[in-house]
């Protein structure tokens, strides 16, 4: 998304149950050097993973930030989860980026969508 | 937390699963007048729910918002669904306040949290 700042805002959709959701909220330290690459390398990242559904982020600016993955199975977030340069950055946010963060693992049973007419 | 502006940003840490997520992700609209209103009577009100937990949210200015309530089961998340003065807010807000929003409703399966030392 930070690729085309000019696109509308359109959340990820309603997708047929079950799929999974990975809801990741962080707070992060003062220390952002290097953050901003290695994000849009992961968000590049993610998208070659089979299953991979899509993703949502909002961050309240010097607050809370909220990023939601979108997986078709439990397979395809765990083939993420153990991929190795996303293990690099996960230690590295933990070393340098994070104050806190909570990772909820979820399966979502229904969903639905609006879109105004 | 629209109350304690000082308070520092925390999010809503990791439960013992089972527990339940609603992810909500949203686009609003130019016309949002009494939407703060409603929304502060909306955070108030959930509280009163016996099994929440808690809620997390983050929004991009002029972009998404997320919104992620936390509940301890389902029965916890139907009585906030059927909550009458809860189904208006929503009501209104389909009618002037969004322009999309996908609602995900989904059972945690596992999750963990990080505080910097």
Chains 1, 2 share one sequence.
Do not use: C
């Not at 003062?30 to 993610?46: C, F, H, I, P, W």
């Not at 993955?69 to 397979?75: E, H, P, Q, S, T």
Request: no cysteine.
């Amino acid at each position: 998304m930070s690729e085309h700042p000019e696109a509308p805002v359109v959340p990820v959709g309603p997708y047929e149950p079950p799929y999974y959701v990975a809801v990741f909220t962080t707070v992060r330290t003062q220390d952002q050097s290097g953050y901003s690459e290695t994000n849009a390398r992961m968000e590049d990242l993610v998208k070659d993973v089979p299953g991979f559904l899509g993703m949502d982020h909002a961050q309240t600016p010097g607050g809370l930030g909220i990023t939601v993955g979108y997986f078709r199975d439990a397979d395809a977030l765990a083939q993420w989860r153990s991929n190795a340069e996303h293990q690099v950055a996960q230690k590295r946010g933990r070393a340098q980026w994070y104050e806190r963060y909570t990772l909820h693992v979820a399966k979502v049973e229904r969903s639905h969508g609006f879109t105004r007419a």
